[in-house]
């Protein structure tokens, strides 16, 4: 069973970076779209980035465009979210997952039916 852990956390102040990391174990991520999750309280769930390890493509959501990169370090099974110019806005919780969908955009813009989800790193972003 696909076990997925987040790290990598934190206040920072707008305009800062933080990286996330998603470790991966029980099995290879090989063949599956993982992707980074937010939810903010009172908003819904939202795929900010995934990335298709059959394909390499990646989708990112339109506000975080230019400023978040979505990598995978195959030999570490470890995909990690690099988040820069940070807003207030992208403050969240931020979830890990990964599935078996066709596309990267499918899981992270359909959003439903993923199977292994982490407990969520949270990432607060204020002066």
């Known amino acids: 069973q696909l076990q997925l852990v987040e790290s990598g956390g934190g206040l920072v102040q707008p305009g800062g970076s933080l990286r996330l990391s998603c470790a991966a174990s029980?099995?290879?991520?090989?063949?599956?779209?993982i992707g980074w999750f937010r939810q903010a309280p009172g908003k819904e769930r939202e795929g900010v980035s995934c990335?298709?390890?059959?394909?390499?493509?990646?989708y990112y959501t339109d506000s975080v465009k230019d400023r978040f990169t979505i990598s995978r370090d195959n030999a570490k099974n470890t995909v990690y979210l690099e988040m820069n110019s940070l807003k207030p806005e992208d403050a969240a919780v931020y979830y890990c997952?990964?599935?078996?969908?066709?596309?990267?955009?499918?899981?992270?813009?359909?959003?439903?039916?993923?199977?292994?989800w982490g407990q969520g790193t949270q990432v607060t972003v204020s002066s």
């Open positions: 029980g099995m290879s991520l090989d063949d599956l779209v």
């Open positions: 997952a990964a599935g078996v969908f066709g596309t990267s955009q499918d899981m992270c813009v359909i959003g439903t039916d993923i199977p292994s």
């Open positions: 990335i298709s390890t059959r394909d390499g493509r990646w």
